[in-house]
Each structure stands twice: as C-alpha cells, then as structure tokens.
C-alpha cells in the first residue's frame, strides 16, 4: 500500500512539475567547461522550468557532471548539443526562438529591459573568454546584468539563475506557470518517459 500511495505522489509531482515546463525558455552554454558552473546552471533551468538547453562545445569538453553535485536536476533537463554557433542559431531561429547573448559591449542592452515572455533563448559563454564573437554577433540581441561595485564580472552560474529568474519573473506576472505550453499528447508522452527515469 505504501509503495502503490508513494507510485501515485511521485507521478502527481511528476504532472505538476511537466505541466509547468516552459519550453519557450531555453538556454544555451557555450564551451563552460567548470562541472560546478554547469551542475548549477542545470539546478536553476530546473527549478525555473526550462526544459532543454542547448550545449555548442567546440573547444572545450563538456564536463562530466556528478549526481551529487547536480542534485539530479541533470537528468531532468534535455540535451541537445551543436558543433557551431551558426549550426545552434539557425535551429533556434527555425523554431522562432530570439537570441539574447551576454556581454558587456556598448549596445548591450540591461538585462531587465528585456521582454522574455515570447520564443527567448539567452545565451551564455565561457567563464574565462566569455562568449565568442559569432555567438555575439549573430544573436538578435545583448545583454547585461547592472553592477555597481569593483568587479565587473559575475560568476557565470551566478549571471544565468539572475537573467533565468528575471524570466521567470516576468513569465509569473503573464500567468504564463498557470497553464501548460504542452499538448495532451506532449504530456502524455513527458509523462510516460519521466516516471521510467
């Protein structure tokens, strides 16, 4: 009996936390090779809803991420990974995606003047470089987190639960948690796939 009441929770939790999902919201890593850095970006996608993140890795090795350190936020969130910027891009656009990139460039614009509530993708780089030049330059926008102390960087995990939670922010004063962006089909088939995991 206890087994059949904990089966039943864990698949209720399971509806409840799909029927959140906002697969509007992506985010994409570009060559942050840190395990700690990505472990955490990976907890806050989670925990905010973002259901897939783009991986463009071309020098650098995607680390190899812990249970531990991920609290097993990774095997909730899909992968989909791309050899270029361009290749990464042009997909995000097919879906109708807009592409916000991070960096402190002259027309960057502040973060919180953004509109994420429509196709958003945002995109982050490496924790020493920062993004590349193509992933700044072919992104339909930039952005950046105010500062107003010495240091004129964030850590990179710390920069994505900011920009993700401003997201979520916006997307919870549209309503846009109240109802789910998937299909009955597209629930169904969430549903089944997450209670094997």
């Known amino acids: 009996m206890i087994t059949v009441q904990r089966t039943e929770k864990r698949t209720e939790k399971i509806k409840q936390v799909i029927s959140n999902r906002q697969p509007s919201l992506k985010l994409v890593l ?6 700690h850095n990505v472990s955490a970006i990976f907890r806050t996608c989670d925990s905010a809803g973002i259901p897939n993140v783009s991986l463009i890795y071309n020098l650098e ?8 350190s991920s609290a097993s936020a990774f095997k909730w969130i899909e992968k989909e ?4 910027v361009n290749e990464c891009y042009k997909k995000l656009h097919s879906c109708g995606f807009k592409i916000f990139a991070s960096s402190i460039s002259k027309d960057s614009k502040n973060l919180f003047d953004l509109n994420f509530t429509g196709k958003t993708a945002i995109v ?3 924790e020493h470089r920062g993004l590349s030049n193509e992933a700044k330059d072919l992104a339909d ?3 950046f987190i105010p500062m107003f102390g010495m240091v004129q960087s964030l850590n990179v995990s710390v920069s994505a639960a900011i920009s993700i939670y401003e997201a ?6 549209k309503g846009m948690y109240n109802k789910t962006e998937y ?5 169904k088939k969430l549903i089944d796939v997450w209670t094997k995991k």
């Open 141 to 143: 926008g930039k952005f």
């Open 168 to 173: 979520l922010r916006q997307r919870l004063q």
């Open 124 to 126: 982050f780089g490496n």
């Open 30 to 35: 570009e060559n942050i090779h840190d395990p």
């Open 81 to 84: 990974k791309f050899k270029t």
């Open 61 to 68: 090795q995607f680390p190899k991420i812990g249970k531990k």
């Open 183 to 187: 299909s009955e089909t597209e629930m």
